[in-house]
């Protein structure tokens, strides 16, 4: 009797346990998206950096062009308009970013003096900011007034660098009086404290400067509510990754996993053991 039933029922039993490897395999294919954007960007005590950044231990369809960042000697550095910058911090709420530039940090001094520069398609200046002007090999016989001056020691020698929060009253390159002008960005409250004595220019310039990101941060916060991990797909466009496969905004409500469950794969797994462990048995009763 047994053996009939089995015999009558070992195609479909073939069939479904086929059919579950394959569910098995598809979800393990459609969370690697997910997976992968699941984690966070950890270098240097700077934690939690996720979209729109990439690179580390993310992958790129994780964040945008442009927001890729790199981990080198534990310091977490961004590239922006061939300039390095160290990232101080990350605010996902505004969102924005903290940096300071790798070439300033430490030092007044630079191998080249290249003013700050950002891609406005990425990046803007968010209130609060004051541009700092630094003077490079300066005459020092010509009377000016509002500066600060330090000397660097470097390779070529000493350089002397005049030091500006506000604007010079005249062009101190175009009058030859200086050789070189670089502008980088400061906190106005350190660029305040700085004139009030409270502060170093060089701890003014090693506070960094916030940068204002030029991303649709509503279409993000609207993916991460419905359970699912914001990235890009082939053709530059939002993509929502979610357990079950890549949505263009939220994930499917009614798809397993989505607003923040998660998709119960162990317990297809336990299923299909336990389903060939009843079909040996009774396999084994009926011998």
């Known amino acids: ?52 950044f990439w690179g580390v231990n993310r992958a790129n369809y994780c964040g945008l062009p442009g927001f890729e960042v790199k981990c080198q000697d534990n310091v977490l550095m961004i590239n922006i308009s061939s300039i390095n910058y160290r990232i101080l911090k990350t605010d996902s709420t505004a969102p924005s970013v903290t940096v300071a530039r790798q070439d300033y940090w430490g030092t007044l001094c630079p191998p080249t003096y290249v003013n700050t520069s950002i891609n406005f398609s990425l990046f803007n200046y968010p209130s609060g900011l004051t541009s700092m002007t630094f003077y490079y090999a300066c005459n020092t016989s010509i009377t000016i007034s509002g500066y600060t ?8 020698g000493d350089i002397t660098v005049w030091s500006f929060t506000q604007n010079p009253p005249v062009d101190l390159v175009a009058t030859r009086a200086c ?28 506070e960094g400067f916030e940068l204002g990101l030029e991303i649709d941060n509503v279409e993000c916060n609207s993916c991460v509510q419905s359970g699912g991990k914001c990235g890009h797909n082939a053709t530059g466009g939002f993509s929502c990754f979610c357990l079950d496969q890549a949505y263009a905004a939220v994930c499917n409500a ?7 469950t998660s998709v119960p794969l162990h317990s297809l797994i336990n299923y299909r053991i336990e389903f060939q462990d009843w ?6 009763i009926t011998s």
């Open 149 to 156: 001056s330090e000397v660097c020691s470097t390779n070529n």
């Open 179 to 206: 050789t070189a002008g670089v502008s980088v960005p400061v906190f106005t409250t350190a660029a305040q404290a700085l004139e009030a004595n409270r502060t170093t220019i060089q701890e003014a310039v090693d």
């Open 1 to 52: 009797m047994h053996s009939l039933l089995l015999q009558s029922l070992f195609p479909l039993l073939l069939i479904t346990s086929v059919l579950l490897i394959n569910v098995e395999l598809s979800l393990c294919q459609d969370n690697e998206q997910y997976t992968n954007c699941s984690e966070a960007i950890n270098c240097g005590g700077i934690g939690g950096i996720s979209y729109p």
């Open 279 to 284: 079909w040996h048995q009774q396999f084994f």
């Open 254 to 260: 009614a798809a397993p996993g989505a607003q923040g």
